[in-house]
């Protein structure tokens, strides 16, 4: 599978909240995470990059992913063991009480992709019958649109836009929203925080579907257009394709 991971300060930020990877097994699976840190001065941080590192442990020990119930059950216990790490971690010390991030994590494999979110971070989804948003944002604004207190116009300038309902490691438990769906050849995935979602539109994002050049340059030019706009976030994205394999050519006597 092809795949690509960027992180940006933005154009704002001191220091980057933000952190991620592509984590890949020896079967060729891949676990692809986001995470958004929120909290004190470099708690944000903290939060994020031990949620990247602890994922990317628990996947290191783990055996290669059989079923889409094996693949959900897995992401389940992670984010519980994440969230644990992330609570204990703040707990134990000073300058860190309080701090949480978003996390969003794909499992992807030859046969299904299976994607695990706490906050407001974002999985979206394209093959053959569009481009769509797998998950739901943990966040009052998303709330509010629901449930029909706001339009989604309202939304975009709404001055809560940024809490969150849930975040990981500001609770004892949590209880991460995971589904699965098929993964088949030409299939993409596009893991990102808000500051990208922010700035540019699901409309451009749609790029995502037909995209045909390196997936760095579709990277790239992602956080080009964020920073152009503003860049007051930092902005992360990983992308996975699953690439159509490529008939054999037939020797030459």
């Known amino acids: 599978m092809d795949s690509f991971f960027m992180t940006?300060?933005?154009?704002?930020?001191?220091?980057?909240?933000?952190?991620?990877?592509?984590?890949?097994?020896?079967?060729?699976?891949?676990?692809?995470?986001?995470?958004?840190?929120?909290?004190?001065?470099?708690?944000?941080?903290?939060?994020?990059?031990?949620?990247?590192?602890?994922?990317?442990?628990?996947?290191?020990?783990?055996?290669?992913?059989?079923?889409?119930?094996?693949?959900?059950?897995?992401?389940?216990?992670?984010?519980?063991?994440?969230?644990?790490?992330?609570?204990?971690?703040?707990?134990?010390?000073?300058?860190?009480?309080?701090?949480?991030?978003?996390?969003?994590?794909?499992?992807?494999?030859?046969?299904?992709?299976?994607?695990?979110?706490?906050?407001?971070?974002?999985?979206?989804?394209?093959?053959?019958?569009?481009?769509?948003?797998?998950?739901?944002?943990?966040?009052?604004?998303?709330?509010?649109?629901?449930?029909?207190?706001?339009t989604e116009e309202e939304a975009e300038s709404h001055p809560r836009k940024n809490v969150l309902l849930k975040a990981m490691g500001t609770e004892l438990s949590i209880d991460a929203d995971v589904k699965t769906v098929g993964f088949e050849p030409d299939n993409r995935v596009l893991l990102c925080s808000d500051g990208l979602t922010n700035k540019v539109n699901d409309e451009e994002l749609k790029e995502l579907e037909s995209y045909a050049g390196d997936w760095e340059s579709f990277c790239e030019r992602m956080v080009a257009l964020a920073n152009e706009r503003g860049g007051e976030d930092n902005i992360t994205l990983a992308v996975v394709h699953y690439p159509t394999p490529q008939p054999e050519k037939e020797g030459v006597d």
């Not at 692809?32 to 949620?51: P, Q, R």
Request: charged share 20%.
């Open 8 to 150: 940006n300060q933005g154009k704002v930020r001191h220091h980057n909240e933000d952190a991620g990877g592509i984590f890949k097994n020896d079967e060729g699976q891949i676990l692809a995470v986001v995470a958004d840190g929120m909290g004190g001065h470099l708690a944000g941080d903290v939060a994020s990059e031990l949620a990247t590192s602890h994922i990317h442990s628990l996947w290191q020990q783990m055996e290669p992913l059989e079923t889409p119930e094996q693949s959900q059950n897995w992401l389940k216990d992670a984010f519980q063991s994440v969230n644990r790490e992330i609570k204990e971690y703040a707990e134990a010390n000073d300058g860190c009480q309080g701090m949480g991030t978003t996390l969003v994590a794909a499992v992807c494999t030859d046969q299904f992709l299976t994607v695990g979110h706490i906050g407001d971070s974002r999985c979206y989804f394209a093959n053959a019958y569009g481009f769509k948003q797998l998950t739901e944002d943990h966040s009052l604004v998303n709330e509010l649109v629901r449930t029909g207190q706001i």
